[in-house]
């Protein structure tokens, strides 16, 4: 299994975890990993006490995000979406995580409308 933290080692992601401590942290905020792949940020933001939801276009990618999680004591929420059509109530999270994946979106103005 992939470890948890493994994909938010990055430079450019580090800077985005200082800001997430700078906001107060994640326990307790909504959080929606679009595009989560195989949910190694996904499960990192629930090891934090976050609320988590996984996104993919893949439900097989979904599915190993959420045994993931269970593999290391915590959940997290599958939803079988594109980027461009979220399969999520809009306006209910309180960090959205979109990494490695805008590439792979044809309507970017549609992803970024939700």
Same mark, same amino acid.
């Given at each position: 299994m992939c470890g948890p933290r493994s994909s938010l080692d990055r430079p450019g992601n580090r800077c985005i975890l200082r800001q997430i401590d700078l906001r107060g942290g994640l326990k307790?905020?909504? $959080?929606?990993d679009v595009g989560a792949g195989l949910g190694e940020s996904s499960v990192y933001f629930a090891l934090q =006490? %976050? @609320? $988590? #939801? #996984?996104? @993919?276009?893949?439900?097989e990618m979904v599915a190993f995000a959420q045994r993931l999680a269970e593999h290391h004591g915590t959940s997290v929420r599958g %939803? $079988?979406?594109? =980027?461009?059509?979220l399969n999520v109530d809009p306006g209910?999270? @309180?960090? $959205?995580y979109i990494a490695n994946t805008v590439h792979h979106v044809v309507d970017r103005a549609a992803m970024w409308s939700r």
């Open positions: 307790g905020k909504r $959080v929606l =006490g %976050a @609320d $988590v #939801t #996984t996104t @993919d276009i893949s439900p %939803a $079988v979406s594109t =980027g461009e059509s209910s999270f @309180d960090y $959205v």
